[in-house]
């Protein structure tokens, strides 16, 4: 009887596994299919623009969101301490002149969470409703994730930049690729669950 019991608890408990196994996969596929695979074609104007900081060509697409007046200010959240506007105005020497009127620098956000809780802050003081949200295409549905927690009366607007990694490498034949994705889904999740447990608004 006990034996019995023992073998079935067994089998529900790997039955158990193995649905989460499913699950777990099932889940990132359709993670890899959420991600932008093309440039968004903005149609509209927002009160704002956000850059969350990473790879290089975030803050240029940034910035000539703002120069093409798309967004009447512009965020660039976790930028190192150490970094200076001069510095990273010479990204975009063109556009240089906007670092004296229309361009705030957050150094306090160290990750997404962080990002967004300093674009919360960011928009309350200027009384935006509507940002436009500019970051890898990897990063998006973690950061529209959590942006959309913080401000959920804002507008959100995603704009992703096409990572050329993931442009010339289908993750599916290259493993660094599945790596990097793997990774952000199992980040994705988390925030997820740590937003169902816990209201950081």
Same mark, same amino acid.
């Given at each position: 009887?006990?034996?019995?019991?023992? @073998?079935?608890?067994? !089998?529900?408990? *790997?039955?158990?596994?193995?649905?989460?196994?499913?699950?777990?996969?099932?889940?990132? !596929?359709?993670?890899? #299919?959420?991600? +932008?695979?093309?440039?968004?074609?903005?149609?509209?104007?927002?009160?704002?623009?956000?850059? #969350?900081?990473?790879?290089? %060509?975030?803050?240029?697409?940034?910035?000539?969101?703002?120069?093409?007046?798309?967004?009447?200010?512009?965020?660039?959240?976790?930028?190192? @301490?150490?970094?200076?506007?001069?510095?990273?105005?010479?990204?975009?020497?063109?556009? /240089?002149?906007?670092?004296?009127?229309?361009?705030?620098?957050?150094?306090?956000? #160290?990750?997404? !969470?962080?990002?967004?809780?300093?674009?919360?802050?960011?928009?309350?003081? =200027?009384?935006?409703? /509507? #940002?436009?949200?500019?970051?890898?295409?990897?990063?998006? +549905?973690? %950061?529209?994730?959590?942006?959309? =927690?913080?401000?959920?009366?804002?507008?959100?607007?995603?704009?992703?930049?096409?990572?050329?990694?993931?442009?010339?490498?289908?993750?599916?034949?290259?493993?660094?690729?599945?790596?990097?994705?793997?990774?952000?889904?199992?980040?994705?999740?988390?925030?997820?669950?740590? *937003?169902?447990?816990? /209201?950081?608004?």
């Amino acid at each position: 009887m006990v034996g019995g019991v023992a @073998r079935w608890i067994g !089998f529900f408990t *790997m039955a158990a596994a193995a649905a989460g196994a499913v699950l777990v996969a099932g889940g990132f !596929f359709w993670f890899v #299919l959420r991600i +932008p695979s093309e440039e968004a074609q903005l149609d509209r104007k927002a009160d704002g623009i956000v850059v #969350l900081t990473g790879a290089a %060509a975030r803050i240029p697409d940034a910035i000539e969101l703002l120069a093409d007046e798309r967004g009447k200010r512009l965020l660039i959240t976790g930028v190192y @301490r150490a970094t200076s506007s001069r510095e990273i105005a010479r990204i975009t020497p063109l556009y /240089s002149k906007y670092f004296a009127c229309c361009i705030d620098l957050d150094r306090s956000a #160290l990750n997404t !969470f962080g990002n967004a809780l300093q674009a919360r802050r960011w928009a309350r003081k =200027h009384n935006f409703n /509507s #940002l436009i949200i500019v970051t890898s295409n990897w990063h998006m +549905p973690r %950061a529209m994730a959590e942006l959309e =927690h913080q401000l959920p009366d804002v507008k959100l607007i995603a704009y992703p930049v096409i990572s050329e990694k993931l442009k010339d490498d289908p993750w599916l034949s290259n493993l660094a690729t599945a790596r990097l994705l793997l990774a952000e889904y199992l980040k994705y999740l988390l925030a997820l669950a740590r *937003m169902h447990v816990d /209201s950081d608004i």
